[in-house]
C-alpha cells in the first residue's frame, strides 16, 4: 500500500512539474522618452521577461517586438483615437529556415531580452498630429519547441505600456515618390530571374482570380487555406485577387540588395509596385511552395492598393490553422494567398 502511494505521489509530483514547464510565462514593458520634438526621437525599447522556471526560445519574428525591423508591431492612438499612418515593411519570413540558423532568443528564468525600436521608421504622424500618444506592442510571442521545432503562439503579460508627446517634425520623408527603373542592385541573372518569377505570379494571380469567380461555395482549396466559407470572406479573397490579377508584375520595381538573413522578401505597403527581394528569394524554386513567384503574390497581396494583408502567421502549418480557427484573419494573411494561389499540394 505504501509503496503503490508513493508512486502515486511521486507520479503526481512529475506531473505536475512537467505541466509547470509546459506553460510558458511571459512579461512584457515598454520604455522611452516621454516627449519627442521630431518624429526621429521616437525610439522605444521593449523589454520581454521570462517569468517562468525552465529556459524558453523564441522566434525572433518580424512580425513581433522580438526583431528591429520596422513592422507594424505596435498600436499606436493619439487621444482622440487617431493612429500614425504606417509606412514600414511587411516581411515574408522563413520560419523553418530561421529556426535551423538560430534566429531565436533564449531566455533562461528570470532572464530578460530589450529591443530598441525607431518608430519613425514604421509610421509617419504627419496626418494624425501632434499630441500625446498611447503606444502599446503587439504581445503575441512564438516558442519554439526545441524538439519538434514546432510552434507555439503565447501571450506575454504587459506589465508597461508606454505614452509620449509628439511635436514638430511628423515624418520622415516626402510622401511623393520618384519612379525609377525597373532594377535595383540586380545583376543580368537576376534580372532574368525575377523577368521569369514575375511571368509566373501573373499565372498565378489569373489562376486564383478565375478560381474564385468559379467557385462560389465551399471548396477544398478555398477552406484549406481561408477557413469556412462565407460569401462576405470569399469576396474579401475575390477582391484582393481582382487588384493583384491587375498588377503587371513586370513593371514592378525590384530592389536586389537586402542581406537580411532568413527573408524571402519585403514591401512598404504604400509603395505599391517596389519590391525588395533578400537571400531566402534566391534558394527558392520558380514556382511551388514558398516560391519565387509565390513570394510576389505574398508580397503584392501586402500593398493597400491591393487589399493591405498582414502576416498574422508565416509557413503551411501556420496557414493551415490560422483557417481553422480564426478565418476571418485567415482572409487577411498574406501567406495564406500565396499557398491559395500556389495551390501546392494541388487541391480542386
Known sequence: MYSALLKTALFVVAFSSAAVHAAPS??????GADAAEKVEDMVISTTITNKGDAPIVLLNAPSGVLSDLPTDSFQITDEKGASPEFIGMS????????????????????QSATVQHDLSKAYSFAASGEGHYSIKATNEFYVVDQSTKELKVVEAEVNKEHAAFISGKLATRDEALERRASFVSCSAPRQRAVNDAARAAGRYASDAFSYLRSHTSASRR???WFGAYTSARHNTVLDHFRRINSNNFNNFKYFC????????????????????????????????TDSKAGTIIHESSHFTRNGGTQDYVYGQAGARQLARTNPNRAVMNADSHEYFAENNPRLP
Open 222 to 224: 478555398y477552406t484549406e
Open 26 to 31: 511571459l512579461s512584457l514593458e515598454i520604455t
Open 257 to 288: 540588395n537586402c542581406n537580411r538573413a532568413n527573408v524571402y522578401a519585403f514591401v512598404y505597403p504604400n509603395q505599391f509596385g517596389e519590391i525588395h527581394l533578400c537571400p531566402q528569394f534566391w534558394n527558392a524554386p520558380l514556382t511551388g
Open 91 to 110: 516581411v515574408k519570413y522563413a520560419v523553418d529556415k530561421a529556426i535551423e540558423s538560430g534566429d531565436v532568443t533564449t531566455l533562461g528564468p528570470g
